[in-house]
């Protein structure tokens, strides 16, 4: 492994914040973003990009970030979870799931909360069905979907 | 950050998981900490006939490596004391650990189990329930009548338990029946599958340990590092960051007691976090299989005069909190019924695959599965509706049960009536589509619980409790129980919670016992602190403890609400400035029985505070491929008082969904040599946002005494008990075949339509 990689030295934008580091290139963004940048709000659930808890947001793409190279991510504009919130109040979609009850054990909710963001981006009315195609890459095993479901719903309306 | 006018009732751990502020255990990083990685046995049988580390230990990084020689040569498991923290001789598991390793970063910690020098011997694996009981099987365990016994746990060879239910006479009944109906139905094994793999670190400073992991139940992990390494209560505390779900796989003690011994050794805090593949097989909490035979003869009326049964499960090669599911398969496959002569035995059996432990309701989808579908086979043969058999038959306030408890007030009728109004029963549906119909019932379970509670100088107030939140919202559930106690603005309660350094023990998050047994201890240690601020009250306002209210912040004699004091200034105005309350919950007694237990009482016949459900699914069946979707789940619950409504909504939908996933595509296949074939999340098939169906949820709320704060029961694993049953009625009313295997895939769903003869 070590014949083809090794400490490589990157920049990585993450939420709108450059961050110079050093690291080893065949290392998941997932990896990079939680050991090395110190955010930990993006969860592994599986390394193997089944479960979506790893979601983050690429130049506003989802993707699962268990299974990208960090040092791939360079030049790109990184999004999780913790760039979801303004400085004095969470993001609608984030008040609402809550609201909603959408938030049991929380492990997937950072996943759902990035597909969801990136849904309503580039859909700001879904329809129910677009709803669950737009995030049927993220397991929730707590509650049983439909609060999720709601909160998005909710929050197309309220944004538009 | 503050968040602020969000609705009632939003948990109060809710902003750090939406922000991803929250830590979880994996979240954690501790200086020097070590990369713990497990050398599994990686055969389902065998025994061990080289083990050599010395490599191992020899590479530069390695700071331990650990084998059954470095650890107490403890057998623990209760029931039967079947296992130690590592193999010793015979691999009984391909999860069973043989080695642990701890070292400084995860390609030397793999470095060194490939290093781990192991020889096996290939022994015959114990694969299938039937042949495991047979004469001449080879043997799980052959020095089982070495270990230590606790409890009512009759054993033999491969029995790990042997327990039955029974009342009256049901052969004599069953000769006397106008209709007899017989059934097979097999499950297969299944996953608890939270989405958070388990994680734990490890951190000794002196002679004492902490332990940060991802259980539901810190105190029976406390217990399970103080048992297999031989400490005392004093020197282990265990701390749970926030719990990425856990649906009863993370009960028990796990690898906290690995995790502790490496980080002994190693003289560093040592990390270790399963990877998906772990969580499928290394685990002592999966679903168990089973084999369920019934027979049911009901009278000329439609009346069920008996039912007996003969029920195989399999345990697995390990007890892990399995002694008492023999006794609760009888019970969910003598289901909520009037039947005066019944008799179900059930035997536990162990074979060469994963342990089973408690997973949400555990053994009770799988009976309640098997019997439901068997009440609509009895239904169709004596040409009855579906629903006007159960009518006849369900157990209702007053009457008595399959093991001779009378109920007092419960609602099974109002939640049939309910369900089936709501699902629309006996209209008319399209081509390919049908409702069915289930009930299923679930136990409370009481148990001893402590609560502090302390009314600071500044009003707020620290609620610390041995009470685990993985989840459910109970946890959050008991900030309102304080508040209205103590009369204050939940948001000024604090919870304490997840740490035994900190509170008085309980049974965490197991057995929906959050609300029913911490929330009694804590309503109980916020009314000492109430009755002190009453006293301080009185004395100020020159009146009588007794006529003292405490409302929005401030306390006033009743009837005057216009002279009051701020609660904050009675609290600063004490002797010591804080107001502190410490209760155990009162101690409740189980309802008597008149039926018998023959043999291998394990506690489950009594049933406490008695839980009631009604689900009616709507499936569409796609008769070429035997595709099915759950369009609709109608599920109507008598769990007593609802105190938290969104929570327990919460449940009742995840519960359902995770029964839809049991009843379509989640189910463990394993090769002819014991091995798991779908241990990843794309095999093993979790229901994904698109094949939700909609669920509509109602409560029966009935005030039940000697049950938990408010006449509420339990609630968090009774939605996961009848959705099974309901979907395979649906199935049978949608195609006129009945599906006799547990999931029911595709495959078999057009098996049953397309080949009768050869579905089981």
Same mark, same amino acid.
């Given at each position: 492994m070590s014949n083809t990689t090794g400490p490589s030295a990157v920049t990585l934008n993450v939420n709108g914040v450059p961050y110079p580091i050093v690291i080893n290139?065949?290392? %998941?963004l997932s990896t990079v973003i939680r050991? =090395?940048? @110190?955010?930990?709000? %993006?969860?592994?659930?599986?390394?193997?990009? =089944?479960? @979506?808890?790893?979601m983050v947001l690429l130049d506003g793409r989802p993707i699962n970030?268990?299974?990208?190279?960090?040092?791939?991510?360079?030049g790109r504009e990184i999004t999780t979870v913790?760039?979801?919130?303004?400085q004095d109040d969470l993001s609608p979609l984030q008040r609402n799931i809550l609201a909603a009850g959408g938030?049991?054990?929380?492990?997937c909710t950072p996943g759902m909360l990035m597909s969801a963001t990136a849904l309503l981006n580039e859909?700001?009315?879904?329809t129910k069905e677009e709803v669950r195609i737009g995030l049927s890459g993220n397991l929730c095993r707590?509650?049983?979907y439909a609060r999720i479901l709601d909160s998005v719903i909710q929050t197309s309306v309220e944004i538009n | 950050m503050a968040v602020t006018?969000?609705?009632?009732?939003?948990?109060?751990?809710g902003p750090d998981k939406v922000t991803g502020s929250g830590r979880y255990t994996a979240d954690m990083t501790l200086t020097g900490q070590l990369v713990a990685k497990f050398k599994y046995g990686g055969v389902s049988h065998g025994r061990i006939t080289r083990l050599d580390v010395t490599a191992a230990r020899a590479i530069?990084?390695?700071?331990a490596v650990l084998t059954a020689?470095?650890?107490?040569?403890v057998r623990y498991s209760y029931?039967?004391?079947?296992?130690?923290?590592?193999?010793?001789?015979?691999?009984?598991?391909?999860?069973?650990?043989v080695a642990a390793v701890a070292a400084i970063n995860a390609d030397i910690a793999q470095q060194a189990l490939d290093a781990i020098e192991l020889d096996i011997e290939m022994l015959e694996p114990v694969v299938d329930l039937e042949a495991a009981i047979a004469d001449g099987a080879p043997l799980v365990?052959?020095?089982?009548?070495s270990y230590e016994v606790t409890g009512d746990t009759p054993h033999s060879g491969n029995v790990a338990t042997h327990s039955s239910i029974s009342m009256g006479d049901a052969e004599a009944a069953m000769t006397n029946a106008a209709t007899v109906v017989t059934s097979r139905y097999l499950a297969d094994a299944s996953h608890a599958t939270p989405i958070e793999p388990r994680a734990v670190i490890a951190q000794w400073e002196g002679d004492k340990v902490t332990v940060w992991t991802s259980t539901q139940v810190p105190f029976d992990a406390r217990a399970g590092v103080c048992e297999t390494l031989e400490?005392?209560?004093?020197?282990v505390r265990i701390i749970a960051p926030h719990?990425?779900?856990?649906?009863?796989?993370?009960?028990?003690?796990?690898?906290e007691p690995h995790i502790a011994a490496l980080a002994r050794v190693a003289k560093r805090p040592v990390k270790l976090v399963f990877s998906r593949w772990e969580e499928f097989?290394?685990?002592?909490?999966r679903r168990e299989a089973m084999i369920i035979d019934v027979t049911t003869g009901v009278d000329a009326d439609g009346h069920i005069v008996a039912r007996t049964g003969e029920i195989l499960l399999d345990n697995g090669a390990y007890m892990a909190d399995s002694s008492f599911f023999a006794q609760a398969a009888a019970m969910h496959v003598a289901g909520p019924y009037v039947i005066p002569n019944v008799h179900i035995d059930a035997k536990l059996i162990y074979t060469n695959h994963q342990p089973s432990g408690s997973v949400r309701a555990p053994t009770a989808p799988q009976g309640c599965w098997a019997v439901e579908s068997h009440t609509d086979e009895i239904a169709k043969a004596i040409g009855m509706d579906a629903l006007e058999f159960r009518r006849k038959n369900i157990v209702t306030s007053a009457s008595t049960g399959c093991v001779g408890q009378t109920y007092d007030e419960i609602g099974l009728d109002q939640c049939l009536e309910l369900a089936t109004t709501s699902a629309g029963w006996g209209t008319e549906l399209p081509e390919g589509e049908a409702l069915g119909i289930s009930v299923g019932w679930w136990p409370s379970f009481a148990a001893p619980a402590g609560a502090y509670a302390k009314l600071h100088g500044d009003g707020t107030v620290q609620v610390i409790t041995g009470a685990s939140e993985c989840g459910t919202g109970s946890v959050m559930t008991l900030r309102m129980l304080a508040a209205d106690e103590i009369g204050?603005?939940?948001?000024a309660i604090e919870l304490i919670y997840q740490d035994t350094g900190a509170a008085p023990a309980g049974p965490g998050s197991?057995?929906?016992?959050t609300l029913f047994n911490h929330g009694r201890a804590v309503e109980k240690a916020s009314q000492m602190v109430a009755d002190q601020l009453r006293e301080l009250a009185a004395a100020q306002l020159e009146a009588n403890a007794g006529d003292i209210v405490l409302e929005n912040g401030a306390a006033s004699v009743a009837g005057s609400p216009a002279i009051s004091i701020p609660i904050v200034e009675l609290a600063a105005a004490s002797e010591t400035g804080e107001l502190l309350g410490s209760a155990a919950a009162d101690a409740i007694e189980w309802p008597e029985i008149?039926?018998?237990?023959?043999?291998?009482?394990?506690?489950?016949s009594s049933w406490l505070a008695p839980q009631f459900s009604c689900h009616v699914a709507r499936v569409r069946v796609d008769?070429?491929?035997g595709v099915t979707r759950v369009l609709e789940v109608h599920a109507v619950h008598d769990?007593?008082?609802?105190?938290?409504p969104v929570a327990a909504h919460g449940q009742v939908e995840g519960g359902v969904m995770m029964g839809v996933g049991q009843a379509l595509t989640e189910g463990t296949r394993y090769d002819e040599r014991g091995h798991?074939?779908?241990?990843g999340l794309l095999e093993y098939k979790l229901q994904t946002i698109a094949d939700a169906p909609t669920i509509t949820t109602q409560f029966v709320e009935i005030f039940t005494?000697?049950?938990?704060?408010?006449g509420a029961k339990g609630l968090a694993?009774?939605?996961?008990?009848a959705t099974c049953g309901a979907v395979n009625n649906a199935i049978a009313n949608a195609t006129g075949v009945r599906v006799r295997?547990?999931?029911?895939t595709a495959e078999r769903v057009w098996t049953a339509m397309n080949n009768p003869e050869a579905s089981t």
């Open positions: 290139t065949d290392r %998941t050991n =090395e940048i @110190g955010l930990t709000g %993006t969860k592994e659930g599986c390394d193997d990009c =089944e479960c @979506g808890a790893c970030s268990c299974s990208y190279l960090a040092a791939q991510a360079q913790e760039g979801l919130a303004s938030v049991q054990c929380g492990f859909n700001p009315s879904p707590c509650t049983g | 006018d969000l609705p009632e009732f939003i948990r109060a751990d530069p990084g390695v700071f020689a470095d650890v107490p040569d029931g039967l004391a079947d296992r130690t923290l590592f193999a010793t001789d015979i691999i009984r598991f391909e999860g069973e650990i365990h052959e020095n089982i009548d400490l005392p209560t004093s020197k719990l990425g779900g856990g649906f009863g796989g993370k009960c028990g003690a796990h690898f097989i290394a685990p002592d909490r204050i603005d939940e948001t197991s057995g929906s016992q008149t039926g018998s237990t023959c043999l291998g009482e394990q506690g489950f008769a070429d491929t769990s007593g008082t609802i105190l938290n798991q074939l779908n241990a005494n000697n049950a938990g704060p408010r694993e009774a939605p996961n008990v295997q547990l999931p029911m």
